[in-house]
Protein backbone atom coordinates (compact mmCIF):
# COMPACT_ATOMS: atom_id res chain seq x y z
CA UNK A 1 0.00 0.00 0.00
CA UNK A 2 1.55 3.20 -0.92
CA UNK A 3 1.03 6.71 0.40
CA UNK A 4 -1.94 8.72 -0.19
CA UNK A 5 -0.82 11.24 -2.84
CA UNK A 6 -1.53 14.56 -2.16
CA UNK A 7 -3.92 14.87 -4.79
CA UNK A 8 -6.34 12.23 -3.25
CA UNK A 9 -5.38 14.35 0.68
CA UNK A 10 -7.52 17.74 0.27
CA UNK A 11 -11.02 15.99 -0.62
CA UNK A 12 -12.91 19.10 0.09
CA UNK A 13 -13.59 21.37 -3.09
CA UNK A 14 -13.72 24.63 -2.76
CA UNK A 15 -16.54 26.53 -4.40
CA UNK A 16 -17.49 23.32 -6.13
CA UNK A 17 -14.54 23.00 -7.62
CA UNK A 18 -11.97 19.77 -7.04
CA UNK A 19 -8.64 20.74 -5.21
CA UNK A 20 -5.44 19.03 -6.10
CA UNK A 21 -3.70 20.14 -2.83
CA UNK A 22 -2.70 23.22 -0.69
CA UNK A 23 0.36 25.16 0.62
CA UNK A 24 1.46 28.19 2.46
CA UNK A 25 4.23 30.36 2.26
CA UNK A 26 6.07 28.49 5.09
CA UNK A 27 5.63 24.84 4.14
CA UNK A 28 6.69 26.12 0.45
CA UNK A 29 9.55 27.78 2.17
CA UNK A 30 9.91 24.75 4.19
CA UNK A 31 10.81 22.50 0.88
CA UNK A 32 12.61 24.85 -0.58
CA UNK A 33 15.04 25.07 2.12
CA UNK A 34 15.08 21.02 2.29
CA UNK A 35 12.67 18.59 0.97
CA UNK A 36 13.15 16.22 4.45
CA UNK A 37 12.32 19.06 6.57
CA UNK A 38 9.03 19.51 4.66
CA UNK A 39 8.67 15.84 4.89
CA UNK A 40 9.29 15.96 8.81
CA UNK A 41 6.60 18.83 9.60
CA UNK A 42 4.37 18.20 7.16
CA UNK A 43 3.80 14.47 6.50
CA UNK A 44 5.27 12.74 9.87
CA UNK A 45 4.62 15.92 11.59
CA UNK A 46 7.24 15.60 14.35
CA UNK A 47 6.93 18.10 17.31
CA UNK A 48 9.34 20.48 17.41
CA UNK A 49 10.62 21.84 20.86
CA UNK A 50 9.20 26.03 21.09
CA UNK A 51 12.27 28.30 20.70
CA UNK A 52 12.68 31.69 22.51
CA UNK A 53 13.19 33.22 19.46
CA UNK A 54 10.55 32.03 18.04
CA UNK A 55 7.73 32.70 21.00
CA UNK A 56 8.90 36.07 20.99
CA UNK A 57 7.73 36.81 17.64
CA UNK A 58 4.69 35.28 18.92
CA UNK A 59 4.56 37.79 21.82
CA UNK A 60 5.23 40.53 20.19
CA UNK A 61 2.99 39.86 17.24
CA UNK A 62 -0.28 39.51 19.59
CA UNK A 63 0.89 42.72 21.33
CA UNK A 64 1.01 44.80 18.17
CA UNK A 65 -2.15 42.81 16.82
CA UNK A 66 -3.89 44.00 19.89
CA UNK A 67 -2.46 48.08 20.14
CA UNK A 68 -5.06 48.43 17.18
CA UNK A 69 -7.78 47.65 19.12
CA UNK A 70 -6.72 50.71 21.38
CA UNK A 71 -7.72 54.46 20.36
CA UNK A 72 -5.05 56.23 18.18
CA UNK A 73 -4.23 58.04 20.91
CA UNK A 74 -3.61 55.43 23.35
CA UNK A 75 -0.81 53.61 21.07
CA UNK A 76 1.76 54.15 22.75
CA UNK A 77 5.59 52.52 23.71
CA UNK A 78 4.69 52.89 27.94
CA UNK A 79 1.18 50.91 26.67
CA UNK A 80 2.62 48.50 24.47
CA UNK A 81 5.21 47.71 27.59
CA UNK A 82 2.48 47.43 29.75
CA UNK A 83 0.94 44.90 27.31
CA UNK A 84 3.80 42.34 27.22
CA UNK A 85 3.26 40.59 30.66
CA UNK A 86 -0.49 39.91 29.98
CA UNK A 87 0.31 38.56 26.93
CA UNK A 88 3.03 36.44 27.75
CA UNK A 89 1.03 35.42 30.59
CA UNK A 90 -2.09 34.16 28.54
CA UNK A 91 -0.04 32.47 26.27
CA UNK A 92 1.93 30.21 29.12
CA UNK A 93 -1.72 29.34 30.24
CA UNK A 94 -3.11 28.02 26.74
CA UNK A 95 0.36 26.30 26.23
CA UNK A 96 1.91 25.45 29.82
CA UNK A 97 5.07 23.59 28.35
CA UNK A 98 5.70 27.09 27.62
CA UNK A 99 7.05 27.84 31.30
CA UNK A 100 9.70 25.17 31.08
CA UNK A 101 11.34 27.31 27.77
CA UNK A 102 13.31 29.39 29.73
CA UNK A 103 15.27 28.69 33.13
CA UNK A 104 15.01 31.47 35.90
CA UNK A 105 18.46 32.99 35.14
CA UNK A 106 17.39 33.38 30.78
CA UNK A 107 13.68 34.89 31.64
CA UNK A 108 14.32 38.71 32.68
CA UNK A 109 17.03 39.02 29.96
CA UNK A 110 14.41 37.73 27.21
CA UNK A 111 11.54 39.74 28.57
CA UNK A 112 14.25 42.56 28.44
CA UNK A 113 14.92 41.40 24.62
CA UNK A 114 10.72 41.19 24.12
CA UNK A 115 10.61 45.14 25.52
CA UNK A 116 13.40 46.53 23.38
CA UNK A 117 11.47 44.58 20.14
CA UNK A 118 8.54 46.83 21.34
CA UNK A 119 10.27 50.04 21.93
CA UNK A 120 11.74 49.50 18.49
CA UNK A 121 8.63 49.25 16.32
CA UNK A 122 7.82 52.80 17.84
CA UNK A 123 11.12 54.07 15.69
CA UNK A 124 9.58 52.67 12.40
CA UNK A 125 6.12 53.87 12.10
CA UNK A 126 3.78 55.54 14.27
CA UNK A 127 0.66 53.39 14.99
CA UNK A 128 -1.41 56.57 16.19
CA UNK A 129 -1.15 57.25 12.54
CA UNK A 130 -2.52 54.35 11.33
CA UNK A 131 -5.83 52.44 11.32
CA UNK A 132 -5.18 48.97 9.63
CA UNK A 133 -8.04 47.12 6.98
CA UNK A 134 -7.10 44.02 8.47
CA UNK A 135 -4.70 41.93 10.69
CA UNK A 136 -3.84 38.57 11.10
CA UNK A 137 -6.18 38.60 7.78
CA UNK A 138 -6.47 34.94 6.66
CA UNK A 139 -6.11 34.50 3.03
CA UNK A 140 -6.76 31.73 0.75
CA UNK A 141 -7.12 31.42 -3.43
CA UNK A 142 -7.78 28.88 -5.77
CA UNK A 143 -5.35 29.02 -8.77
CA UNK A 144 -5.90 27.69 -12.65
CA UNK A 145 -3.76 25.02 -11.89
CA UNK A 146 -6.18 23.86 -8.53
CA UNK A 147 -3.40 24.83 -6.49
CA UNK A 148 -5.00 26.20 -3.15
CA UNK A 149 -2.92 28.80 -1.68
CA UNK A 150 -3.77 30.04 1.61
CA UNK A 151 -1.73 32.14 4.76
CA UNK A 152 -2.06 35.11 7.67
CA UNK A 153 -1.32 38.43 6.99
CA UNK A 154 0.18 40.17 9.42
CA UNK A 155 -1.36 43.68 8.79
CA UNK A 156 -3.29 45.13 5.57
CA UNK A 157 -3.66 49.16 5.12
CA UNK A 158 -5.88 50.38 2.63
CA UNK A 159 -5.77 53.66 1.36
CA UNK A 160 -8.77 56.28 1.11
CA UNK A 161 -7.54 56.06 -2.41
CA UNK A 162 -7.56 52.21 -2.67
CA UNK A 163 -4.04 50.92 -2.66
CA UNK A 164 -2.75 48.29 -0.79
CA UNK A 165 0.30 47.67 1.53
CA UNK A 166 0.81 44.11 3.07
CA UNK A 167 2.32 44.31 6.05
CA UNK A 168 4.63 41.78 8.35
CA UNK A 169 6.22 42.46 11.68
CA UNK A 170 9.83 40.18 11.96
CA UNK A 171 11.29 40.03 15.04
CA UNK A 172 14.36 39.38 14.10
CA UNK A 173 17.15 41.20 11.97
CA UNK A 174 16.99 41.86 8.81
CA UNK A 175 18.99 39.71 6.58
CA UNK A 176 22.22 40.85 4.37
CA UNK A 177 21.91 42.81 1.17
CA UNK A 178 21.52 40.18 -1.58
CA UNK A 179 19.88 37.57 1.14
CA UNK A 180 16.39 39.52 0.70
CA UNK A 181 14.62 36.67 -1.16
CA UNK A 182 13.34 34.44 1.16
CA UNK A 183 11.54 36.74 2.76
CA UNK A 184 9.94 38.65 -0.28
CA UNK A 185 9.16 35.28 -1.81
CA UNK A 186 6.31 35.22 0.92
CA UNK A 187 5.38 38.60 0.65
CA UNK A 188 4.91 38.05 -3.24
CA UNK A 189 2.82 34.74 -2.06
CA UNK A 190 0.37 37.12 -0.30
CA UNK A 191 0.51 39.68 -3.04
CA UNK A 192 -0.41 36.78 -4.97
CA UNK A 193 -3.33 35.47 -3.08
CA UNK A 194 -4.69 39.09 -2.22
CA UNK A 195 -4.09 40.29 -6.35
CA UNK A 196 -6.54 36.55 -7.35
CA UNK A 197 -8.62 37.70 -4.55
CA UNK A 198 -9.09 41.44 -5.16
CA UNK A 199 -7.97 41.76 -8.29
CA UNK A 200 -5.85 44.70 -7.31
CA UNK A 201 -1.75 44.14 -7.02
CA UNK A 202 -0.87 45.65 -3.91
CA UNK A 203 1.16 48.81 -4.56
CA UNK A 204 3.96 47.43 -0.97
CA UNK A 205 4.98 44.76 0.30
CA UNK A 206 6.71 45.95 3.71
CA UNK A 207 8.68 44.14 6.34
CA UNK A 208 9.08 45.87 9.68
CA UNK A 209 12.41 44.11 11.44
CA UNK A 210 12.16 44.75 14.83
CA UNK A 211 15.04 43.33 15.72
CA UNK A 212 17.46 45.33 14.16
CA UNK A 213 15.12 48.59 13.33
CA UNK A 214 15.10 48.43 9.86
CA UNK A 215 12.42 48.27 7.09
CA UNK A 216 12.21 46.73 3.61
CA UNK A 217 9.79 47.60 0.97
CA UNK A 218 9.01 45.98 -2.45
CA UNK A 219 6.98 47.49 -4.84
CA UNK A 220 5.46 44.43 -7.15
CA UNK A 221 3.63 44.39 -10.70
CA UNK A 222 1.90 42.25 -12.63
CA UNK A 223 4.72 40.37 -13.73
CA UNK A 224 5.78 39.49 -10.18
CA UNK A 225 2.97 37.80 -9.28
CA UNK A 226 2.62 35.65 -12.44
CA UNK A 227 6.27 34.62 -12.34
CA UNK A 228 5.52 33.96 -8.64
CA UNK A 229 2.46 31.63 -9.52
CA UNK A 230 4.40 29.89 -11.86
CA UNK A 231 7.32 29.39 -9.13
CA UNK A 232 4.66 28.22 -6.35
CA UNK A 233 3.40 25.73 -9.05
CA UNK A 234 6.48 24.66 -9.70
CA UNK A 235 7.42 24.07 -6.08
CA UNK A 236 3.90 21.88 -5.78
CA UNK A 237 4.57 19.63 -8.79
CA UNK A 238 8.41 18.67 -6.77
CA UNK A 239 6.23 18.25 -4.01
CA UNK A 240 4.08 15.85 -5.56
CA UNK A 241 7.35 14.13 -6.84
CA UNK A 242 9.13 13.70 -4.00
CA UNK A 243 5.93 11.80 -2.25
CA UNK A 244 5.23 9.63 -5.23
CA UNK A 245 9.23 8.52 -5.36
CA UNK A 246 9.11 8.55 -1.58
CA UNK A 247 12.55 10.67 -1.83
CA UNK A 248 12.94 13.40 0.69
CA UNK A 249 16.40 14.32 0.64
CA UNK A 250 18.35 16.41 2.72
CA UNK A 251 19.45 19.38 2.12
CA UNK A 252 22.31 20.34 3.82
CA UNK A 253 23.60 24.06 4.66
CA UNK A 254 23.92 26.94 7.01
CA UNK A 255 20.35 26.58 8.36
CA UNK A 256 21.01 23.32 10.12
CA UNK A 257 22.17 24.53 13.27
CA UNK A 258 18.64 25.51 13.73
CA UNK A 259 16.93 22.67 12.55
CA UNK A 260 14.89 20.58 15.28
CA UNK A 261 15.56 17.18 13.58
CA UNK A 262 19.35 17.18 12.95
CA UNK A 263 18.81 13.67 14.54
CA UNK A 264 16.98 11.96 12.35
CA UNK A 265 19.11 13.16 9.30
CA UNK A 266 21.12 10.91 7.21
CA UNK A 267 23.66 14.31 7.07
CA UNK A 268 23.95 14.23 10.33
CA UNK A 269 24.44 10.33 10.91
CA UNK A 270 20.71 9.96 11.45
CA UNK A 271 18.32 7.91 10.14
CA UNK A 272 14.41 8.95 9.56
CA UNK A 273 11.65 7.12 10.82
CA UNK A 274 9.59 4.94 8.14
CA UNK A 275 7.22 7.43 6.18
CA UNK A 276 4.19 6.63 7.29
CA UNK A 277 1.52 4.21 4.93
CA UNK A 278 -1.76 6.39 5.12
CA UNK A 279 -0.77 9.64 7.33
CA UNK A 280 -2.60 12.94 7.74
CA UNK A 281 -3.30 15.46 4.77
CA UNK A 282 0.05 16.35 3.86
CA UNK A 283 -1.21 20.11 2.95
CA UNK A 284 -1.04 22.44 5.75
CA UNK A 285 -4.25 22.84 8.14
CA UNK A 286 -5.92 26.16 8.88
CA UNK A 287 -3.84 25.82 12.22
CA UNK A 288 -0.70 24.91 10.94
CA UNK A 289 -0.97 27.82 8.54
CA UNK A 290 -1.48 29.71 11.62
CA UNK A 291 1.55 28.46 13.47
CA UNK A 292 3.67 28.87 10.71
Not at 45 to 53: K, N, Q, T, Y
Not at 190 to 210: E, I
Not at 226 to 252: C, F, M, Y
Not at 255 to 272: D, K, R
Amino acid sequence: MSTISPAERLSTPVDGVEVLGALSPSRASDFMTCPLLYRFRTIDRLPEPPSPDAVRGTVVHKVLEDLFDLAAADRTPETALGMLGPVWSALQEGEPELAAMLGEEDRESWMASCRAVLERYFTLEDPSRLEPAERELYVETLLDSKLLLRGFVDRLDVAPTGEIRVVDYKSGRAPRPGFEAKALFQMKFYALVMWRVRGTVPSVLQLLYLGSGEVLRYHPDEADLIATERKVVAIWRAIQAAEQARDWRPNPGRLCGWCSHQALCPSFGGTPPPLPEASSPAEDSVADVAAG
